[in-house]
């Protein structure tokens, strides 16, 4: 795969000075950490030792990343459902209001 990436780069960029820089870039990138490490303050932190987590918690949990986001998607939905129904239920409360000042 590696070798399929590097051909696939030196045929797409056609001048010499772009060609080396994306292979040094490609270089780079390839001698760095596997992207499912996360760096915390703890230090680095595999995702795979978490794969035991079945049910609510593989979803909802503050040690993956997938956990945390999930939590930050629930909490910022759960706002705005609140406010969408206090500003409906007080919306309906003034047409109520209007409809009986009318008659």
């Given at each position: 795969m590696q070798v399929a990436i590097f051909?696939?780069?030196?045929?797409?960029v056609r001048s010499k000075d772009k060609r080396e820089s994306a292979l040094r870039h490609f270089e780079n990138v390839q001698s760095t950490k596997p992207c499912k490490t996360v760096t915390m303050a703890g230090g680095p932190i595999d995702e795979s030792q978490f794969a035991h987590y079945t049910?609510?918690?593989?979803?909802?949990?503050?040690?993956t990343t997938l956990g945390?986001?999930?939590?930050?998607i629930a909490?910022?939905?759960?706002?705005f459902l609140i406010y969408w129904l206090v500003k409906a239920r007080m919306n309906r409360k003034r047409s109520l209001a209007v409809t009986a000042a009318d008659k």
């Open positions: 051909n696939l780069v030196q045929s797409r049910g609510f918690k593989k979803f909802f949990n503050a040690d945390k986001r999930n939590c930050v909490t910022f939905a759960g706002s």
